[in-house]
């Protein structure tokens, strides 16, 4: 039927884009997939293929997508009857949750734990912090990878002059840091410095700000 390949032409073009970045897919239910990178076998900078992972195949499909990177017990486990390779940890429910906050935050890719090296080498806009475990010490970073930086050759110059030439997102971010730490005329300082493009969720934030409506998430997020 139409649906099925529709469903195949969709399953294929996730697997090709996975496969170009050196992740490993796991298992799919619908249209929901799995996968994992540095698992199976080691990934030198596995966070930031799975970042490119993801901006190339929403350059190809309209597509949400959900990433955590956290420390996980993997491999063969099950009972006598049933085996398989799979993962203990909270790295699924955690990735889970950001593929379904996309909803909330209008966007299309969300990462938690996402490594400063990572960070250094991809442009990222701050979205939130939320308070994903109880036992945790501090809430979660949430961000949404942008783009992969362009390399240029005075690669030192972005440790020394962070500015928006260096990451379009700097002011934004150091905005919303402000107002989530509840320090609104910072925020409504930096943000008024912004002079990146026309953004609906930059511009929704910079009406929050004035109007001192609060933290930004929509609701309380608490996975145990």
């Known amino acids: 039927s139409e649906c099925v390949k529709v469903h195949e032409h969709y399953l294929g073009s996730v ?21 994992s990178w540095n698992a199976v076998k080691p990934i030198p900078e596995s966070a930031l293929r799975a970042v490119e992972f993801a901006w190339d195949l929403r350059n190809h499909l309209p597509v949400t997508i959900g990433m955590c990177t956290r420390s996980v017990k993997c491999g063969n486990m099950g009972c006598t009857s049933m085996k398989r390779f799979t993962f203990l940890g909270g790295v699924v429910p955690c990735a889970s949750l950001m593929e379904r906050l996309n909803q909330v935050y209008e966007s299309t890719c969300l990462a938690a734990g ?3 090296q990572a960070s250094q080498r991809v442009h990222v806009k701050l979205v939130d912090r939320i308070q994903y475990d109880k036992f945790a010490n501090k809430p979660m970073r949430v961000v ?31 905005a919303v840091e402000a ?5 609104y005329d910072r925020a409504k300082e930096v943000i008024d410095q912004y002079k990146g493009d026309n953004d609906p969720q930059i511009d929704a934030f910079r009406h929050r700000v004035r109007k001192r409506e609060g933290a930004l998430t929509m609701f309380p997020v608490q996975c145990f």
Do not use: H, I
């Open 15 to 35: 697997l090709e884009s996975l496969k170009l970045n050196a992740g490993v897919p796991d298992t799919f239910s619908g249209d929901r997939v799995y996968m």
């Open 114 to 116: 996402l490594p400063e």
């Open 144 to 174: 949404e990878p942008m783009r992969p930086r362009k390399v240029a050759e005075e690669e030192w110059m972005y440790q020394l002059q962070k500015n928006e030439r260096n990451d379009p997102y700097a002011v934004y971010n150091e």
């Open 179 to 183: 107002f989530l730490a509840g320090d």
